[in-house]
């Protein structure tokens, strides 16, 4: 039996924040900053009317979880980097679940993965 991270019944969003750049994947993402540092982090969206899928920031009740996660610093140390024409490195919320060996949350048949760490 599988288990997946599931959407709590309270939450707070402190850590983190939307950030919206020109990304040629991506217009908006949920930043984690630390001095200059960011990491970028996105999460795959389906639009049920038209059968697409874009990239955006990752749902507001799962950031403080991941943000407080035990291994986030050193995650964020090894991915983050400066602002480089106004991106910061990116990872999909999926990569930074498996890194922090948290449960997923559930994949959707729709879903898509980079098949390379750098996006």
Same mark, same amino acid.
């Given at each position: 039996m599988r288990y997946h991270y599931e959407k709590p019944a309270i939450y707070l969003s402190l850590y983190g924040e939307r950030y919206i750049c020109e990304h040629p994947i991506y217009n908006s993402c949920t930043l984690f900053k #630390?001095? !200059?540092k960011g990491l970028? &982090? #996105?999460q795959q969206r389906f639009n049920a009317e038209t059968k697409s899928t874009w990239w955006g920031e990752v749902d507001s009740w799962i950031t403080d979880?991941?943000?407080l996660? $035990?291994?986030f610093k050193e995650y964020f140390e090894n991915?983050?980097?400066d602002c480089t024409d106004g991106l910061y490195p990116? &990872?999909? &919320?999926r990569q930074i679940m498996w890194a922090l060996k948290?449960? $997923?949350i559930p994949r959707e048949r729709w879903e898509t993965v980079f098949d390379?760490? !750098?996006i």
């Open positions: #630390i001095g !200059e970028a &982090v #996105i979880d991941l943000y996660h $035990p291994g991915r983050a980097g990116t &990872v999909t &919320v948290m449960k $997923p390379r760490r !750098e």
